[in-house]
């Protein structure tokens, strides 16, 4: 299983920002494909940007473009996920995601790790 492990959360107002990050788990990140997704109290999970292995391409859910933008460090093996103006319809777990597949689906995701507990409030 390719488990990433997700960490950064916390508390922020709304308008603010913040950076979460997952790391890979027992391998590195290479040619996989990450994506990141979230799911609020309540809800299904959603996704919220996908890097596509295959191309290079980050695309974003229509609901967060804009404001995130996600990022890979191959050196450190390390997934970003920068939030800026957030909301508190953003609150949520956050989780990375990675797949072998080179242009994957937003349902080729399947494995999840514990996540990281993102919460927009005053």
């Known amino acids: 299983q390719l488990q990433m492990k997700e960490s950064g959360g916390g508390l922020v107002q709304p308008g603010g920002s913040l950076q979460i990050s997952c790391t890979p788990s027992g391998f590195k990140l290479g040619l996989y494909s990450i994506a990141w997704f979230r799911q609020a109290p309540g809800k299904e999970r959603e996704g919220v940007a996908l890097f596509t292995g295959g191309t290079g391409g980050i695309s974003y859910k229509d609901y967060v473009k804009g404001r995130f933008t996600m990022s890979l460090d191959n050196a450190t093996d390390t997934v970003y996920l920068q939030m800026d103006d957030l909301k508190p319809e953003a609150s949520a777990v956050y989780y990375c995601?990675?797949?072998?597949?080179?242009?994957?689906?937003?349902?080729?995701?399947?494995?999840w790790g514990q996540g990281t507990q993102v919460t927009v409030s005053s």
């Open positions: 995601s990675a797949s072998r597949l080179l242009q994957p689906f937003w349902s080729d995701f399947d494995c």
